[in-house]
Structures are given as structure tokens and as C-alpha cells.
């Protein structure tokens, strides 16, 4: 099964944007962590705009219920994503759209990965090489024992069912998995370590 082409550009969006890092060798404007903004307080909040989106949107339908967002382009200047962020910073989604202005991919906006910690499940460090590329993706929720947070969403352009995702797990000290799937089939493990461990 071909994965997405754009899987690539949406973990690059997780690694860089959602956490508020500057893209390598980029002369634009990267938003950095905000010190005001609000973290959100429950699960419901943070995923309060990245839910609203599916396959099916518009730009224009988007905005009917964000507003304008803020478009990133690249250094060329060609757009990148849109990021649509509540007044309080606290949640919000970035959202690449297609040729035809509809939605093709969606990530989790956070102002630092610390946000996520207190709605994400905890992971054994020593299990992550029980699960790899091509296992079920349920198995990976089995084997770190409960679901991960949905980050990124990739909606196929041939089939309307089929769709990329990645999921984290983060533990108290800042790592994390990510788990990326297609078709419910794992097509890559990830393991971020926290910032004082490096």
C-alpha cells in the first residue's frame, strides 16, 4: 500500500510547528511558545477545534467556524498550512488544504508539548520494540495498555474511507512515542526523548 506523500509534511508540522520550533534554515515567521498562553483544561478543550474538521470541509466552511486563520508559507513563499488557534492559545488545529480549497490534513495545535502530558497515557519504554512496521495499529494501544492522542490526520485523496494518523503517548518526563498508521497498520515508530535526556 503507497503511504501519503504529505504524511512526511505533517510529522514535519508536529515536530516543528505544533511545538512551536522554527523550521531549519526558514527566514519566515515561526510562532514561538507563547509564556501567556492559557494550557487547556480538559481533553474536551484541547481537541475542541482539530475534531470539528473532516474530509469533507472547505476553506470556507473552516472559517465559517474559526474565522481567518493565519496561513505559514514556506520560503518560497508558497502556502504551507492554515493555523486557526482560540483567543487563549489554548487548542487549536493547522490545516493543509487541497487544489480543489478542501481539507486534506490536520494537526493537534499545543503551545508546548508539555500540554499534552495531562491527557496523555503513559508508555513502558521497554515495550516500544514489541510493536513495528506493519503490525495492527490496535496493538500498539494493547501493548502500551490504553488509546494515544491523535495528532495528525492525513485524509486520502483515492479513498474516501482510508486515511494516515499519528498517535503519542507521552510519559511525565517530557519523551514520547509517536505512531504513525495507514489503514490501520503501523508504518512507523517514533521515540522522542525529553529534552533533559538528550
Same mark, same amino acid.
Request: one cysteine or more; glycine letters at 8%.
Given at each position: 500500500m503507497k503511504k501519503f506523500s504529505l504524511i512526511l509534511i505533517a510529522s514535519l508540522m508536529i515536530l516543528m510547528c505544533a511545538s512551536c520550533m522554527p523550521f531549519p534554515e526558514s527566514t519566515e515567521e515561526i510562532p514561538q511558545v507563547d509564556p501567556n498562553a492559557?494550557?487547556?483544561e480538559t481533553v474536551e478543550e484541547l481537541y475542541s477545534y482539530y475534531h470539528q474538521i473532516d474530509r469533507t470541509m472547505t476553506r470556507e466552511q473552516v472559517e465559517a467556524l474559526f474565522g481567518a486563520g493565519v496561513e505559514r508559507k514556506d520560503e518560497s513563499g508558497e502556502p504551507m498550512y492554515t493555523a486557526y488557534v482560540n483567543e487563549k492559545? *489554548?487548542?487549536?488545529?493547522?490545516?493543509?488544504?487541497?487544489?480543489?480549497?478542501?481539507?486534506?490534513?490536520?494537526?493537534l495545535y499545543y503551545?508546548? *508539548?508539555?500540554?499534552?502530558?495531562?491527557?496523555?497515557?503513559?508508555y513502558i519504554e521497554e515495550k516500544i520494540s514489541d510493536i513495528g512496521e506493519g503490525d495492527k495499529f490496535a496493538k500498539a494501544e494493547e501493548v502500551f495498555g490504553a488509546p494515544g492522542l491523535e495528532i495528525v490526520c492525513e485524509y486520502s485523496q483515492n479513498n474516501v474511507k482510508d486515511e494516515a494518523t499519528i498517535h503519542s503517548w507521552y510519559n511525565e518526563d517530557g519523551s514520547s512515542v509517536?505512531?504513525? *498508521?495507514?489503514?490501520?497498520?503501523?508504518?512507523?515508530?517514533?521515540?522522542?526523548?525529553?529534552?533533559?535526556?538528550k
Open positions: 492559557i494550557p487547556p492559545k *489554548s487548542c487549536g488545529v493547522n490545516v493543509i488544504y487541497n487544489f480543489e480549497g478542501k481539507v486534506r490534513a490536520k494537526t503551545n508546548k *508539548s508539555e500540554d499534552l502530558i495531562p491527557f496523555a497515557n503513559p509517536q505512531v504513525h *498508521s495507514q489503514g490501520g497498520r503501523i508504518t512507523q515508530v517514533v521515540w522522542i526523548v525529553a529534552e533533559d535526556q
